[in-house]
């Protein structure tokens, strides 16, 4: 069964730094893109950063960008979200999900909206308070 699990949330002051990890169990992770999406108190859930599964192409929301990488760790059949220089306003319930389980996923590929994303994991939520 395919199954994603995020860890490594918490609580940090801002400016600080978190690495957050989405592992897969069930297949191979780098077979398929991967989001990390966020989502705050009376918001929408938002994508910040995609990996391909191709080209392993990157790419960010401009909120994001220059603070946050995201990578693979193909031998924990992983992808890590580095997130540097935190604030306030990076606080949310963070998600994994992978895209191109569908094929029409591949319309809009990492740009493609959270429902065509599947196998969501539970979340982890960031607290950037001082």
């Known amino acids: 069964q395919m199954h994603l699990a995020e860890s490594g949330g918490g609580l940090v002051q801002p400016g600080g730094s978190l690495t957050l990890s989405c592992a897969a169990s069930?297949?191979?992770?780098?077979?398929?893109?991967v989001a990390w999406f966020r989502q705050a108190p009376g918001k929408e859930r938002e994508q910040i950063s995609c990996?391909?599964?191709?080209?392993?192409?990157?790419t960010y929301d401009d909120s994001v960008k220059g603070r946050f990488t995201i990578s693979r760790d193909n031998l924990k059949n992983s992808v890590i979200l580095q997130m540097n220089n935190l604030g306030p306003e990076d606080t949310a319930v963070y998600f994994c999900?992978?895209?191109?389980?569908?094929?029409?996923?591949?319309?809009?590929?990492?740009?493609?909206?959270?429902?065509?994303?599947?196998?969501w994991g539970q979340g982890t939520q960031v607290t950037v308070s001082s």
């Open positions: 069930g297949f191979t992770l780098n077979m398929y893109a």
């Open positions: 999900a992978i895209g191109g389980v569908r094929a029409s996923w591949y319309i809009a590929g990492c740009s493609a909206g959270p429902s065509e994303y599947d196998y």
């Open positions: 990996i391909k599964n191709v080209d392993h192409t990157t």
